[in-house]
């Protein structure tokens, strides 16, 4: 790799590409990077820092990447990732298809190598060609190749990945440009700051007229809240819509606690009811994918008619019809829908179905929760989590796992929003440990993972980054010795697959790091450690260990598995 530097008289004051960057960045409103550096970028960390920025160093680019998605998702503000060439872009690129599929605005800046070497594939140090490998993957991508299109450059990112429906952008950033040089006026002078990168966008008053209409005729209408209507930000208007109205909600994972999940609307717990028995169901930032049985089948019942609210306007009749399509931002949408339904009220008789599920399916639940068991098995040690939680409503809770995620998001409500991040759209593992540095950066408040052996075992490495920081994060581990359980049988010389080694102590190796670690076997203690690390403020890994035989193949969606019949009678 070679420093181009342009040859120009020694009065002229120059800038160059690093400089240029940073000035870009920050004009955009960025004060934070996650990343994992080295050659080409090493030089632009250490500069971010000096600057006074924030720049959060971790030992996986991909982790680096989550915790850019995550702090995307929390402040609606592109979160930037920075990672060497190749294979460094190559971790981060695991991230940023992750936040383009669900549609968290992201940029991925990645340093790269000489064009004339790579398009030649004559070799260069990490050699990729890291532009197209990204598209497919990306909301957009883009290259840098001249310092005065920098400004250009990363205002294009920006507004890519905030506009419309939100996503990763992926921005390539030669070496060469980097070391570039001209004269700091003009240099400053490119540089620019976007104005209204996230538009509101208003819908037509022919489609309000006809959602209106057609909510206003439900008998068994329903409101269904998904991460977008979380990531918009307008929550006193989604909250007096659903109040005024009196529609019941059910909220998607991470659109648990827009509205509290103990309000009196919220139909979480009759969730299946809801779906099957509802006539009218307004989505609000979320798609009708697999984790809504696509909208039809047996989950969905009888007759339905849908009314949607995106922004996107292809995502209409993507899976089933839509029979009032509302396109447009959900604040815009939302305030729209209030106007048109100004007086209306809900059949009590559905309201009071769902009330009595919910009551009924709570108390069983508590029943749950309320039995000890020799070994803690995930609805008791839930349980005592959830007791604590209670008193902290402003914690982000990170959750990922199969047992330890479903039972988290069933037995642990949200109070407030955008305080519960999880593995999303894709299910992903290993999210937890870049979404906690993410919660911890952004709100400087503490935060609680809640975490699958396995999926911990993903990042597990990101707790030195924690303590190295002193962030106020505690980790519970939910170590049943595996993935799903820990007691499946072993074939003949063999472990099996889907077992972990049962001596391991992931308390200590958070000590290792610095951190406080602690080791519970029942819920009490779970409760007092908890009580104690939120208190501390200090990073804290809970190993608790959880009976082997408690969980059940991929948690509560072990239907969509496939499992061979051949030898089986
Ligand atoms: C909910 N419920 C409650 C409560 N809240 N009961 C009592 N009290 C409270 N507070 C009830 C609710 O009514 C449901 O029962 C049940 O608990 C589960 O609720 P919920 O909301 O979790 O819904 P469900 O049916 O499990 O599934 C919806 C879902 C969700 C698909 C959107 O499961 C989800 O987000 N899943 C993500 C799964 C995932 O990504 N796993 C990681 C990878 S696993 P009923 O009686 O009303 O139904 C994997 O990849 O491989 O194994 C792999
Ligand atoms: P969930 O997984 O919670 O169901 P999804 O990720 O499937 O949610 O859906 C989020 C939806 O929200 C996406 O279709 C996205 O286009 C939409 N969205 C995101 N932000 C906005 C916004 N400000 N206005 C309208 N729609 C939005
Ligand atoms: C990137 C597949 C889904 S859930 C899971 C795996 C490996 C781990 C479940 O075990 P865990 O939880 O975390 O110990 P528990 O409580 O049920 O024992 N690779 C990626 N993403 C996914 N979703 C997988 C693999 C998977
Ligand atoms: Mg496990």
Redesign the pocket.
Known sequence: MSNETAILPESTELTDGFHLIMEALEMNGIDTIYGLLGIPVTELGRLWQARGNRFYSFRNEVNAGYAASFAGYLTKKPGVCLTVSAPGFLNGLNALANATTNCFPMILISGSSEREIVDLQQGDYEEMDQLNMARPYAKASYRINRVEDIGVGVARAMRAALSGRPGGVYLDIPARLLGQTVDAVEGGNSLFAPVDMSPAQLPAPDAVARAVELIKGAKKPLILLGKGAAYAQCDEQIKALIEETGIPF?P??MAKGLVP?THPQCA???????LKESDVVVLVGARLN???SHGKGKTWGGAKKFVQIDIQANEMDSNVKIDAPLVGDIESCVSALRAGLKGMATSTDWTGALAE??AA??S??NARINTATPAMNYANSLGAIRDVLKNYPDITLVN???NA??NC???V?QYLPRRRL???T??I?GMGMGACVAAASVTDKPVVAVEGDSAFGFAGMELETITRYDLPVTVIIMNNGGI?RGDENSPAHQVSCMLFNPATRYDKMMESFGGKGVRVTTPEELAAALEASIKSGKPTLIDAVIDPAAGV??????N??VVSQIGKK
Do not use: H, P, Q
């Open positions: 059910t998607m994972s999940d979480a717990a009759a969730r299946s009811l809801a697999w984790l809504l599920k919910v399916s709570k069983k639940l990922e796992g199969a995620l479903d998001r069933m037995i409500d999880d593995s999303g894709w299910g593992m799903y193949e991929s948690g509560r969606i072990g969509l598995n």
